[in-house]
């Protein structure tokens, strides 16, 4: 089960940082990632991470802006977010694989949870 939070209103150019805490006691044998999903928009990949975390990827949207972490003794992935744009404004979804590394297609990701709303004003 993933549960998800951190959402919330900011102002564009604020930061926000979104958390992703993993029941089980295997969380360190998952990929781990971030989808968005804008009001009349399909889901979108947003960031990924390996196991240990030591390799990351990013659309090219948020790079630059946005970093992927995990803390596998806390079964927590993070989304740090600086310089929001309003167009990043969707709800956040964390997703997790059993993989080499998460799908960056939503209809191929194994685990969800639940979204956490990111509004970003301008």
């Known amino acids: 089960q993933l549960q998800a939070s951190g959402g919330g209103l900011v102002q564009a150019g604020g930061s926000l940082r979104l958390s992703c805490v993993a029941s089980?006691?295997?969380?360190?044998?998952?990929?781990m990632g971030w989808f968005r999903q804008a009001p009349g928009k399909e889901r979108e990949f947003v960031a990924r991470?390996?196991?240990?975390?030591?390799?990351?990827y990013y659309t090219d949207s948020v790079k630059g802006r946005f970093t992927i972490s995990r803390d596998n003794t806390k079964n927590t992935v993070y989304l740090q977010m600086n310089s929001l744009k309003p167009e990043d404004t969707a709800d956040y979804y964390c997703?997790?694989?059993?993989?080499?590394?998460?799908?960056?297609?939503?209809?191929?990701?194994?685990?969800w949870g639940q979204g956490t709303l990111v509004t970003v004003s301008s």
């Open positions: 997703a997790a694989g059993v993989g080499l590394a998460l799908p960056t297609t939503a209809r191929n990701v194994d685990y």
């Open positions: 089980g006691r295997t969380f360190s044998t998952y990929v």
């Open positions: 991470i390996s196991w240990g975390g030591g390799t990351t």
